[in-house]
């Protein structure tokens, strides 16, 4: 049987959110809806590399990121969505890992983000792993 997460977030009239236990979760009254979509997505991500990486043997320090998406309407049914996401993420991970260990933790992670693989456009993820992009090395 598969694993099952379960969450839970209450808006409140005042737009005050909370989670599942109570938790106030300090969200700028400024962010719409999207903004809160693209963060999930960098989170995400970074979760899931963190997750893959300590079961591999390896350490996640710092990490930061950014995304940019193209939100428009799709031609069959003329609804809004995420027609583009362009993820850029840069890691530390100790100790490097070597190039084909990096290729399959990367993957894991991209494959393994249920919020990128949520949306109906795959995201693109561009990573930068210890100052050097995750292409070149």
């Not at 009254?29 to 693209?38: G, I, N, S």
């Not at 027609?83 to 990367?106: N, T």
Request: charged share 25%; with cysteine.
């Amino acid at each position: 049987m598969a694993r099952e997460l379960h969450y839970a977030v209450d808006l409140a009239a005042g737009g005050e959110v909370r989670d599942e236990d109570g938790v106030a979760l300090h969200v700028p009254p400024e962010w719409t809806p999207e903004h809160l979509l693209l963060a999930a997505l960098i989170r995400c991500a970074l979760t899931s590399l963190r997750y893959h990486a300590e079961r591999d043997g390896f350490v996640v320090g710092a990490t930061s990121g950014t995304v940019h998406a193209l939100v428009t309407r799709r031609e069959p049914d003329e609804r809004y969505t995420v027609a583009q996401a362009d993820v850029e993420l840069d890691v530390e991970i100790e100790p490097q890992p070597a190039h084909d260990e990096l290729g399959e933790l990367l993957t894991k992670a991209e494959r393994d983000c249920f919020v990128g693989s949520s949306l109906t456009t795959k995201p693109r993820y561009h990573w930068t792993v210890n100052g050097h992009s995750a292409d070149d090395l």
